[in-house]
């Protein structure tokens, strides 16, 4: 804000352009999309799909690729991607029907390149799209992913097979439903943080992800947790947590 | 793991030894104080006075110094810090009122100094419980503290006055009562991670910091969030992320 | 009352036609639709599409016509919408597919026209149907209306860039869901009065608006709230108080 | 904010100085105490006495008298109003036992005189709490309040009898607990708007004010809503509808 | 009991009749469909349609036929209705659209008739399949229904215009959504138990009838009330009352 | 009203006085506390002490025998009953301690004299507030009652031992907390209508009475309900019950 | 039943007395006290003195003790329990104040012997009071106990530690509270039933034992729990498993 | 564990293959599928398909055919069925339509076959999918399964008619919905274990199955119970039961 002002006084910014900055800045404390916070935080703001149609989708897809290079469409069905597709014809569009999110890009976006790692662990195959959600957000914040999936139902085996792996990564991000356990366990296993992420399986008492989430802040280890079926939050603040580590190893070089 | 099978294998571990040792690690995934997981992740457990008596609470809290040289004892009332301190009259007390805690250590513990710094900003006087147990928690990991205070009743714009001094931090805690909005506007102002930590303030329909924590999960920024008043958990976490930045600042160099 | 009690004495009206209006008086408690009601507050009164046939609803829209002079139809169908006009030919038909409403007039009927604006703010594109009833009712009240739209998602700056705009008018209402932080963020930047308006966006704990109405009615600004999605209820009470204000400034001219 | 930077171009600001006069603009809202808000919306901010000590309790009185002139203490136990007494010797101290507030005054202090009136309509002896809160904050905004007490439990009568009396007020407050509907009644006998003030009386399910709420919002007539016990916000509310009439009818004159 | 025992000590009952009749009185208190049930509170026993296949609802009412000469099948989509009406080709079958019941009487079956009168009044047309369940309920035990439709939304009036009828009837059974005040209303207009029936409409927050139930519980009058959409409750409440009543009637005379 | 309306047609009523008897009328449908309904329903309404101080309490009764003869206060504690009994020194005082009820009479007063009977059944020990306070009420009423006590924790035997008695009264009230199935098993065993009445008995999860409630709602046999606690609502409404029988007795002879 | 009804054909049982014993047998089905059942299950009925006055408690204990030989009195005070033992000055008391149980037997009372074992497993010192009360109703039953206490906070070794002991019992109980995960991990070391006990620890959203109740149900093993704190149910569930147990083995021998 | 630990010791196993088998061993405490469960517990593991594409679901069958001989698949719609019957060519395909199970075992899979029963009590037709459930898992521990079904609908009297075949199973299921009470009525009826199964019938507040599960929880009978439709849990847990008491038998044999 200084630097604004500083403009101002020496005659550089005229007071009009100031105060539209200055608007940009004050009200990022709201935090929705604008490009000014994907400059300074370089997390992706997500475009919720649900609840809006394709066409309108497309227009603040649009309005997002014009600001800041990108747009991150979550929650999106066939319709909105191809709304989306139709609308950029110029950009770059990966998909994953997966985790249900499209990414556009224009030509000229460079992703950064981050030297951290977060791990994502999943209970079962009904964590893939809130999981596959985080893992889109990290790779467009330029973080390394190491995925151990389908933890829960085949293949437990695997956590500890992966454990020297999981311990190596910087942050890890553990999904489940039902009662929520896993990232109890997890954090019983590694020392570096790790945060919950809820999904909405389960039936019955606590169905749809609330006794995850009340398992998960009741937890008698030490977690932090994100909204049920979040993978854009969780992967988002794991991001921020990997870019500091990151920032760190940089200063220090 | 394998270290311990290896000294079973060479002959220098007994079977009987070993299964003692491997009953500690497997089953640390149920998150209980162990003096393993205080070495390994550096997070002193915490005893919760609240539900147990005077003297159960002095005979958990000599069991922790015994076995890990120091004991974090939280939610205590005058007569919990009393009965731990007259149980251990070889330790160092260090009681915070405020917060409720109470801390044990024997001479010769020595607590970690790690090269990084977290923020906590409260909202306003009915937080300073739930932040005081995040500070005591982090003072322990050895990692600095800057706390704002009193952000929400008499002094908000001390937020801005302190802007450099938060983003300088390497994450930031931020408990918050009634609509729990105001990790939401500080997470819009900073790159580092931000940690929700909902106070149990606020009165009538999603009083109790129901609200507030609600208002957090459903945050539009970036935010992951603890339970309410969990300041035990949240200033574990904040470490445990600060810890991570240490160890990049210490490896690079 | 009085009114009546002395056409009764003076032998102008009879007991049974005395009985018959002070019925119509007693009853209005109850708060449903009744033309006496919609001449004296100047609401129109809702016919809910929802749960209703379209037959059904354009049975009730005829009655209100020939008792009121005009229907206001709210989440209406297409097939709600045209029922209602194939049942009122005869009268203006004005939809707002946006909103899901209908509003019939026969020809006759005369919409006021008060000295007052009501300010509707939205949060994003899943907030235009909810605050579209609000605009509808106001119209139909003969309030002027000044909306900024979108103001979440990609275009927050307009908050600012119309805060002259939004000072000048009498009164805000601030539509927004997940965890329903404009209309604090709102309320501390006009003078005027702010009516909350959460919308059923969100998604896990504390969804379908249900974080935004807590987080509402914990603001520790002065905010005072309806019923999620109730965009009829918040435009209804917005004109009330636009009309007390035009009502003020026409008694003093 | 225009004029602040154009104090800035023309170099009588400095840009340090224009920096924090922003910041206290920028975070107002969030919404929490700060004189610039109290001048602007006339609003006097509540300090919350329950859950802080009777000592901080004043020491956040002392510093709302410096910086606005007066302090209102909400939920004052009798050791809260006494020791907000005893911080501030010079001051005019008001307090309302049944309403369990404390208005403290330096000398100075002019309280506002609008040209507007709230009324505001209580169910019963146990309302009593919440609609004193209202009307103290009423009164320092500088608002005429008419009150019609126990309506609900031996004198219903008088809501008719004071039926001119209601017409003629600028805004409604209604204050009822158990099933809520006397706001709903009120709100169809008058022609100005009502808020509805639920209370936490009632037991069983939907006690505690749950059933009032929910009454409120889900009443078929038009009403907007505050929190359970809010008398404050109710107040506030109200006196913000007033001053819109009354600055309405001052305009014009 | 004592009747059949006797039987046994007299030799006119065998002991293992005995045990089958007392079999069925003994289980009576689970309060299932049985025939001696029907037989004494004379009221028909409801197959909920709701979560059974048509098939498995024909075969039910099949038995519900040979057992007690009547089935009353609620909730029954076309297809329930056809598949009963296919499976039972003797039966009169009375279909009840609105209400979304079925009854099928073999020919041989007498509904009784009963000297006393229940009275159905309603908020809305989205009343009319709860309060349409409660009417056939009435008619199937004997009993006179009045019905006063739409009171709500376009006729409120004829809630006084009806007023004498209402005080005529001997229970009173008033159907509301949204907040459920109608029943209070009604109960302090008549001298009659009056029985609500909380309906499923409203949105938001306690929409589903949730509010309207609470609203009747915590009721300042004196009511009891059925489960949300429990018309068929509410008919055999009312027509157990009324039997009482016409009972009372008949003995006397 | 049409009485009213005669006696000003002519001219024995003044429009003055029939406006204020109007009044009365009118808004009788809040359902308040007024001596008009007492004498309608013969309902004594009910002061409820709790939430009120025994000065407040005292003078309320005061203007209730006034106004009706007679006051009842319930849920008041040794001091409640103290001040009305000081309050009301020439009133036959009539406390129930085990119930908490007071009840108050001027010597004039004189009960009514119902040919119709009321049984209550109990499930315990804890149930015995709720039920007394229904007790009370029928007595007011002039309604015999026939209690059962105690049928669930020692004497369940008792249900059948008084099967004769339980089927000759008119109207049953059932009290039971826990999983509330007591209203349950009497309802298959009786003819007469029964009202459940939930008590706040229980512990864990849906305890304090809401699983009672929510197992009579949800019961498959015939029951209506009240509030938990609500002994004054359940016996007030089979009094009304009682009342109609009564009456229809009497019309006959 | 049929043993009663022969005894009426051939004259040995009189149709009165008859009538009793099957109402007894009649009534079990609500599951009350009752010497019958007690004598058929081995389970001594509990009497939850919480509630109860310390006189009502007692007298109730004379009742059971007279009808059963024993009373077991839960959740009791020492007032509760000092009255047990006054009114049954012959009997044998036995008091365990953490789990508030008393127990008094008359001098002539044997207590079964079962060949079973149940393992009690407490996550902490706070599971003592639930754990407790399931361990004096096995005791009770004749059932042995093997108690693994305090595995949650500093001792969780020692369910390893225990685990051949535990593997050799016949069912488990676990008790465990905040997010309730132990009987997850318990239920996956050993092949017996697992029943889980919540305790109702833990605080914030989610506490009082309803996160680990939901744990509980939503558990990806195999479980059955009971309600939260419900150490009787626990204790005597797993007794009627152990019984079944033992029958089949004393059965073979 | 020793075991292994000894291999190591004597060099019969290599410390990498030991610590794999230990993994295996250690994770085994979060529940989910492997073999070595399977063998130990005799329970087959539930791959629940709701939530998991049909491929998906196929998958993880052909997975857990391979390591255990046998796949247990849940929920199961008409095209999960297909898929895994497609993907498992050479295995026996067992498909209960009804309970939405589809099992599939390969040729040389051989069922045990204990000398226990169950006993499966449902209340009506809706409760066949869980009852069935529990049953296919019945039969697969080896598990002798009787079946009472639609005991509440038309033919309660059979669990009377049915009392001596389920006072002689070892374990009893008793499967409702509504309010629940079955079990509770059950319980009351027979001396072995009864695990209650709430049913997700029921419409309005507590419907669902919440009632149901309130209901058995605060059931003043001996009961344990599992989530609501959670007929798998209910059936693994009444086999583990079973089985023991199978075990018994065999041992003393």
Redesign the interface.
Known sequence: ??DI??A??D?SL???E???R?????????????AA?ET????PEA?LA???TPD?TAT?AV??VE?SGRALVTRASADHAEAVADALPDCTIDRDARAKTVVACDSSFERPDLDATVGIVT?G??DAEAAGEASVVLREMGVSVERVED???????R???HLDLLREV??LIVAAG?????P??A???V???V?GL?V????????D??????????????????????GY??G??AG??A???????Q???
Chains 1, 2, 3, 4, 5, 6, 7, 8 share one sequence.
């Not at 940009?24 to 935090?31: F, L």
């Not at 039902?178 to 896993?182: H, S």
């Open positions: 804000m200084r002002l500083e101002v006084a005659g005229s007071p009009a100031a105060e539209a200055l608007a940009g800045y004050a009200t990022t404390g709201a935090g929705r999309f604008d916070r300074r935080r370089g997390v475009i649900e609840g809006k309108e603040i309005a997002a600001t209970g195959t009904s933890v829960g139902v085949a293949h437990l085996g956590v500890l097979d910087d942050v039902r009662e929520g356990a896993l109890t366990v954090a019983g296993l020392d570096t943080p945060i809820p909405s399986t389960g039936y019955g008492h606590g169905g992800g609330e006794a995850a989430l009340l398992g998960m802040v009741q937890s008698c280890t030490v977690l932090s947790v994100v909204n049920i079926d979040a939050i969780a988002a603040q921020l947590i870019r500091a580590v990151a920032g760190a190893r200063t220090d070089q």
